[in-house]
């Protein structure tokens, strides 16, 4: 019974989008009051017949309900409690319900928490955001009904795609989803401008935080993607230019720079259309990134679903949403004129050239990733596009931007001397040299990766420095007394920098042993003597384990004890790779265990990966930046002053 009301609160909650999409939209353009003041319960509404409806499913899980045709496809009774939960968005339909959920989520809290913007806007935004609820409400409910019946219920369950049931994957989709629609409020806030045809600082002073909270959230989720192949994988990589990856990554790179050009339309009112064009656009690459995981179109060890018909739904979403809403910003792009005049030396111009960085490589890793398909479609060519491709035209992009960011920041609006805006850098760029001078010096391999990488990062990292220095005019107790946003956009810009001294020292310095380990026999691997002292079979909840017990000395000293795992699942009859890995600040030991040879021995693999965690500390440092900037006060107090004038409906063109 519990089933049969979820997907009826689904319909219901369909139905409800379907009002909310055109009742506020009509009462903007009439100037009904009563009419737009609809959207706010409708929106409300909305999220908790869709909150009810994923609860049912999500209790369907737990209680190992068989009888649904999704429980039977992807659970099974012997699964960890954790696992059967996030088992819920393991999957197409019901990850396609936590798409819908989140994105009702944001429309809902756009109603409660935008008492201060204009009827009119708050109505459109609404509207919007309620036509992107009803599209994929449809989606789900006339292709992806994750509430379908089974006539005669098994006793158990086919279980979870292995490579699934860890705490990773657990939490990275959440919070992948949560920055992939949240960037739909950037997009509804862009359409609604449109229509109303005006955009102004209070605008963008609006759009900025749901920007930055879909970026932060992004930010976080590929971390967690990032991390778990990184241990999860056994390949001992962080980093595979998959296409779903890619698909993540395109949004977040247009997300900053929709964030940084927000800046520009609000200090200055200039770069109003671009910044209009980047909400649209990192919302249409948000539907591309769902396409190209649901269409199965394009091949993926992540992608969830390997349905073209389905596909070709999301598709036509996308074109109907992106295709309707670059028409509109066709026909009103000229109404946006800009009102800041600005010189080529100055903050607004450090901007724009980060715009374009941002934009240019999204560009690149979207070319790269299609481009298998492109080939296949119009010259029956199978191609593969990898990494050495992504490494040689994305990797300039991101140099010139980590040289940009730190002289960019402390530039003045307007107008600026480029010889003054780097005086408070100078010890900055000398801390930076001195930290290429050492890597020189330690470095194994000194290799130009390993000396950019550390050196771009150090910029970065005492750039951030140096500008707080310079807000807080050389006082130290000023410090404490900068908005949070300095703070924010500091924590964001060094943990890219640590990001950069990672991934670089990382792709330089670790070395690869591939050998069979005989039982009791001592290797060496860059100075680490590894020993394989057991392999014992231990069962697991629902899964068998070969276990290794091995011993990690160096210089005679005991530094781990250590237990890859090889599993294999008897249900789906998969098995997986668990690696075992010391983790360290300079360095970690990251041990993987394979099959019994015929000769006796195991199959073992030994990484040694410098400042392997320096990636994900800086992927933190980032997120947590943003988090500071969303507490900043300033993204709290609405511009009270746009809401006192009166707005008149959009001229007819």
Do not use: C
Request: charged content about 10%; aromatic content about 14%; glycine content about 10%.
């Amino acid at each position: 019974m519990l089933n049969e009301l979820g997907h009826f609160a689904l319909i219901l909650a369909f139905a409800v989008a379907l009002v909310q999409s055109s009742v506020p939209l009509i009462g903007a353009q009439k100037g009904w009051a009563g009419w737009m003041a609809v959207g706010e319960p409708a929106a409300s509404a909305q999220f908790l017949l869709i909150a009810f409806s994923f609860g049912a499913l999500t209790w369907a899980f737990v209680t190992s309900d068989f009888s649904l045709q999704l429980v039977f496809s992807n659970s099974h009774t012997d699964k960890p409690m954790l696992y059967k939960i996030s088992g819920v968005w393991g999957n197409h339909e019901g990850s396609m319900l936590l798409w819908v959920l989140i994105l009702a989520a944001f429309g809902a809290s756009a109603a409660w928490f935008g008492s201060a913007l204009p009827p009119r806007l708050r109505a459109r935004v609404l509207s919007v955001q309620a036509m992107i609820g009803a599209a994929f409400l449809g989606f789900i409910i006339f292709t992806s009904n994750p509430f379908l019946r089974l006539v005669s219920p098994p006793f158990n369950g086919q279980d979870l795609n292995p490579l699934l049931q860890d705490p990773g994957l657990a939490f990275h989709p959440p919070f992948l989803y949560l920055g992939y629609v949240g960037l739909s409020m950037a997009f509804s806030f862009a359409v609604a401008a449109l229509i109303e045809g005006r955009v102004d600082a209070a605008w963008a002073r609006w759009v900025r935080p749901w920007t930055l909270a879909a970026w932060m959230f992004l930010t976080i989720g590929i971390a967690l993607g990032s991390w778990w192949a990184y241990y999860e994988l056994g390949w001992g990589g962080f980093w595979f230019w998959d296409p779903v990856e890619n698909a993540s990554f395109m949004p977040w790179l247009l997300a900053a720079a929709l964030l940084h050009s927000s800046i520009v339309v609000e200090k200055r009112e200039a770069l109003k259309s671009w910044t209009v064009l980047l909400a649209i656009l990192a919302f249409g690459f948000s539907l591309i990134g769902t396409f190209i995981v649901r269409s199965g179109v394009i091949t993926s060890v992540h992608s969830f679903a390997s349905d073209p018909q389905r596909g070709l739904f999301i598709l036509a979403i996308l074109a109907i949403f992106v295709g309707g809403a670059l028409t509109l910003y066709a026909a009103r792009a000229g109404a946006m004129q800009a009102k800041g005049v600005f010189g080529m030396v100055s903050r607004e111009s450090a901007l724009v050239l980060n715009n374009i960085l941002l934009a240019v490589a999204a560009l690149v890793v979207f070319v790269g990733t299609v481009w298998p398909l492109v080939a296949e479609l119009f010259w029956a060519r199978k191609l593969s596009v990898g990494a050495p491709f992504f490494e040689k035209a994305f990797t300039p992009f991101m140099l010139a931007l980590a040289i940009a960011l730190p002289i960019g920041a402390v530039m003045p609006w307007k107008r600026a001397s480029f010889a003054r805006a780097l005086r408070p850098l100078w010890a900055a760029a000398v801390l930076a040299l001195a930290v290429v001078a050492l890597t020189w010096a330690v470095g194994t391999n000194r290799s130009t990766v390993a000396l950019v990488g550390a050196g771009l990062g150090s910029w970065l990292v005492f750039g951030a420095l140096a500008e707080l220095w310079l807000r807080a005019a050389h006082r130290p107790m000023r410090l404490f007394r900068l908005p949070r946003a300095d703070w924010g956009k500091a924590f964001a810009h060094g943990g890219l920098g640590i990001t950069f001294i990672g991934i670089g020292l990382l792709t330089a310095w670790q070395s690869e042993d591939i050998r069979v380990a005989q039982i009791g026999q001592p290797f060496t691997v860059s100075g680490y003597e590894i020993t394989l002292d057991a392999v014992d079979q231990v069962p697991g909840p629902n899964y068998r384990s070969s276990t290794a017990t091995m011993t990690v000395r160096q210089g005679g000293k005991l530094v781990a004890t250590l237990y890859p795992e090889k599993r294999v699942y008897p249900v789906q009859g998969m098995p997986t790779t668990e690696a075992a890995i010391d983790n360290g600040i300079w360095r970690d030991v990251y041990l993987v265990v394979g099959d019994p040879q015929t000769g006796g021995g195991w199959a073992v693999r030994t990484y040694i990966k410098p400042f392997a965690n320096w990636i994900w500390v800086g992927a933190i440092l980032m997120a947590l930046g943003g988090l500071l900037s969303l507490t900043d006060r300033r993204y709290r107090v609405a511009a009270g002053a746009r809401k006192a004038l009166p707005l008149q409906a959009a001229p007819a063109e």
